[in-house]
Every structure is written in structure tokens, then in C-alpha cells.
């Protein structure tokens, strides 16, 4: 079966329905993970990960269960067959209350099935694209792009070569970004006329 026969087949409607609950979860960037998780979708389409319907439907809802107080496990379990396979790929990108946000990241890395890691990756890739100074402080953007560089690379490295290099010019992109929004905030400042006189 080629691309497109694989692509025709595919039943994600289901999964999209269940995911339009999170369209009341705003984001920092603008918009709300309802548009994330689509975002994440494409993302693997675009890597041509078609012939993976699990993976393909918990993107749609890899961030469900965290993003959602009352969501429970069974809600996506019992959605078709894949069910029960979406689900133990969601609840491995769940971050539990109890992990910080390196050691979640490390769990993936160390214990994380290839499944897990690719989503990861596609997550990070869409998150990286919405990372804006307007929205971020420079040392938040930093941290990130470092949790990137420390964990999610070395996912990439495992998963896919090509998602190793999306993510390398993104976070060189950001890392530029966040060189010349602090250029720029510095020469606001120091034009303003208050801070003349202080």
C-alpha cells in the first residue's frame, strides 16, 4: 500500500473530536493546544510517519491527559482498537506532577519506547517554531533551547537524522533571536528618555 492509500485509510476523526476539548486550554503564544497538537500532527505527516496510525492519534492527544484536570485515562481507551496503544504512547509524554521538567525529559530519553521519542520530537519542533521573544522572557527561551540541546537531540539522534537537523536550525534561530531581541530591548532602553536622567 502506497502513501495515499495509507493516508485514505486512516480514521482520525474520533481523535479529533476528543482533542477539541482543548481548545479552552490557551497557550502563551497565542492560540490554544487544540491548534498545538494539530500542529504536532503535521509535523509527522510531514516526517511521512503514515503508516503509524498510534502514533498519529496520540498526538492528537499527547498532551490531554496534562492539560485537562478531569480527563481520564478511559476516555481515550476505549475510542476504536488503537485505544488502548494510544494510550500507554500518552501517558509516556505525560509529565506527572511529581517530575520536574529535566526529569520527565530524562524518563523519555532513558526509558522512552521510539514512539515516544518521535513524538517528543515533533512537540519540541512545534513548540520551538511558536518560541517568541514577545512572549518569553531571553532567559526562559534559554533554558529551553538547553532542555532541547540536552534531551531532545539526543532523541533525535536515536529516531530520525532529519529531525536532528530541523531542530539544530531552530534552536540556532532561536539562540540568534534571543542575541538581537536583547540587542534591540537594551537600545530601546537606553533611548528612552527616562533612563537619561536615572
Not at 511558536?130 to 539526543?154: C, G, M, P, V
Amino acid at each position: 500500500m502506497d502513501d495515499l492509500e495509507i493516508l485514505k485509510n486512516l480514521i482520525l476523526a474520533p481523535y479529533i473530536l476528543k482533542a477539541t476539548a482543548l481548545i479552552g486550554v490557551r497557550r502563551k503564544v497565542g492560540g490554544n493546544q487544540f491548534r498545538h497538537v494539530f500542529a504536532t500532527l503535521g509535523i509527522l505527516l510531514d516526517y511521512k510517519y503514515f503508516y503509524d496510525p498510534v502514533l498519529l492519534k496520540a498526538s492528537l492527544l499527547h498532551d490531554f491527559l496534562e492539560d485537562l484536570a478531569a480527563a481520564k485515562v478511559d476516555e481515550i481507551r476505549w475510542i476504536d482498537e488503537d485505544g488502548p496503544k494510544v494510550v500507554d504512547l500518552v501517558l509516556e509524554v505525560t509529565k506527572s506532577s511529581s517530575e520536574t521538567k529535566p526529569e520527565y525529559l530524562k524518563r523519555v530519553l532513558d526509558h522512552g519506547s521510539k514512539n515516544a521519542k518521535i513524538l517528543k520530537c515533533a512537540d519540541r519542533l512545534s513548540n520551538l517554531t511558536d518560541l517568541h521573544l514577545d512572549t518569553h522572557t531571553n532567559n526562559k527561551i534559554s533554558e529551553y533551547l538547553d532542555q532541547t540541546e540536552a534531551f531532545i537531540l539526543k532523541m533525535a539522534e536515536e529516531v530520525n537524522p532529519n529531525m536532528v537537523i530541523e531542530l539544530t536550525d531552530l534552536i540556532k534561530a532561536r539562540r540568534t533571536l534571543c542575541k538581537l531581541g536583547f540587542t534591540a530591548k537594551l537600545r530601546k532602553n537606553i533611548l528612552k528618555p527616562s533612563s537619561i536622567w536615572h
